[in-house]
C-alpha cells in the first residue's frame, strides 16, 4: 500500500489472507465471491485495520481488524469516481445520479467519489447497486466549506436526485471525521460529526474536528 486506508476506501484482501476471527458463517461465502472489505472509522488496534464485510442482504454487515499484509489494493472513493459501470447496468437510477454529480461538485472544485452499494460495485465487479439504491458519496473539500455552499450543493445534488429518482447522501470528510451533508446544510442547527472514538453533536464541525 502506498498510503495507510481512510474510512470508505474498498479493500482487496490478497488469496492468502486468512479467516476473519468470530466471523458469522455468510462472511467466507462473501469473501470468497468478492474479496473487498472497506474500511471503517473506528481505532485501530495495533497495526491493524477497522474494516466491515458486506453481505447478500442489507442486515449483514461484520466489522473486524485485520493486518495490511493481508490487503492486496486500496481503492479510494476517488479513484472508483474514474471507473465505469457495466454498459448493461449504468441505466440504473444510482449510477445515472453519478454522471449527474460530477458536474454539480466539479463547479465546487471538491475530491470526491462513490461510497457504499455504488464503491461497492465498481470496485468489485459484483452487482450490487439495485433499482432502488440509493447512491452515498464522500466529499473532501481541500479547505472548510462555508455554510452557504453546502447548502447551494446540498439543494442541487437533492435537485439531481429527484430528477434521477433516487436519493442522495453526501458525508463530508475533514482529515479525521465526518458528518452529514444534510444536516451541515441546515442553518443553525448542531450536527453529528463522527469520530473514530465515537459520535458528538458540535456546532461548527470544522472547528471541532
Known amino acids: 500500500m ?19 476471527a468470530d466471523a458469522p458463517a455468510w462472511v467466507a ?6 474479496p473487498f472489505v472497506v474500511a471503517r472509522r473506528a481505532p485501530r488496534i495495533a497495526d491493524a485495520i477497522a474494516v466491515g464485510v458486506r453481505g447478500a442482504a442489507r442486515s449483514e454487515r461484520f466489522g473486524a481488524w485485520i493486518e495490511p499484509r493481508w490487503i492486496d489494493a486500496v481503492f479510494s472513493p476517488e479513484d472508483l469516481r474514474m471507473r465505469e459501470p457495466d454498459p448493461a447496468r449504468a441505466g440504473l437510477p444510482a449510477f445515472v445520479l453519478m454522471r449527474e454529480v460530477a458536474s454539480i461538485i466539479g463547479a465546487y472544485d471538491l475530491a470526491w467519489g ?3 452499494s455504488a464503491g461497492f460495485e465498481l470496485a468489485s465487479a ?5 433499482q432502488a439504491s ?12 462555508p455554510r452557504v ?5 446540498f439543494d442541487a445534488l437533492s435537485q439531481a436526485a429527484q430528477k434521477s429518482e433516487t436519493r442522495i447522501d453526501a458525508q463530508i470528510e475533514t482529515p479525521d471525521a465526518a458528518f452529514s451533508l444534510a444536516e451541515f446544510a441546515r442553518a443553525n442547527l448542531r450536527v453529528m460529526l463522527r469520530h ?6 458540535v456546532t461548527d464541525p470544522w472547528a471541532a474536528a
Open 126 to 130: 459484483m452487482p450490487t447497486i439495485t
Open 29 to 34: 461465502a462473501s469473501l470468497a465471491r468478492a
Open 149 to 153: 455552499d453546502a447548502t447551494s450543493l
Open 134 to 145: 440509493d447512491l452515498d458519496i464522500v466529499v473532501r473539500p481541500p479547505a472548510p466549506l
Open 196 to 201: 473514530a472514538d465515537g459520535p458528538r453533536l
Open 114 to 116: 462513490p461510497a457504499g
Open 2 to 20: 502506498n498510503r495507510a486506508p481512510r474510512p470508505h476506501d474498498l479493500l482487496r484482501l490478497s488469496s492468502d489472507a486468512p479467516p476473519l
